[in-house]
């Protein structure tokens, strides 16, 4: 059970939201793997794509990054990811494709009792999500095999809880 049987390509194709990161949600930021800064120094469009380095006890990864794209201090003003071309959506091909990406609007999240749950964006605008009981029935437990073979090896994909996400 994949979650593109609950969301449509046409939806995403039309949406776009998870690529387009609000100034107070930069946390959202996929994490990629370090190899990605050498082989695409530019994003889509020709333009040097920024990034930034992380070495902790979780591993190690990059993001791209998105400071000097904001030109106000609105919390909620936006800026696409480098990758995300408006007319054919993410320009990367699938082996080069964020895990985080491949996964949204999936998170794996540690929760108050240390314990780690599959959880679902509340923000995702796609329609087939809407019933969170047929997802947690029929998927649940895939995607929990997915996130956990993983996060076994890139443990930096874990996000602490947050308010109002969805535990599947
Ligand atoms: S890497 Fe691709 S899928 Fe991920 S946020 Fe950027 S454009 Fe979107």
Known sequence: MMISDFIKKEDCRSCRFCCVFRRKSLWEVPKHQKYIKD????????????????????????????????????????????????????????????FECKAWPLRYMRMEDNSLKVTLTPTCPAPGLKDTAALKKKSSQSWEKAFEEYA?????????????????
């Open 39 to 98: 082989k695409y120094p530019t994003g889509f469009d020709g333009v040097p794509v920024r990034y930034k380095e992380f070495d902790t006890p979780s591993g190690s990864w990059i993001i791209t990054d998105l400071s000097d794209k904001y030109t106000t201090d609105d919390p909620e003003e936006e800026a696409p990811c480098p990758f995300l071309d408006p007319d054919r959506g993410c320009a990367l091909p699938d082996e080069d494709k964020p």
């Open 152 to 168: 076994a090896q890139n443990p930096y994909i874990i996000n602490e809880y947050r308010e109002g996400y969805i535990i599947l």
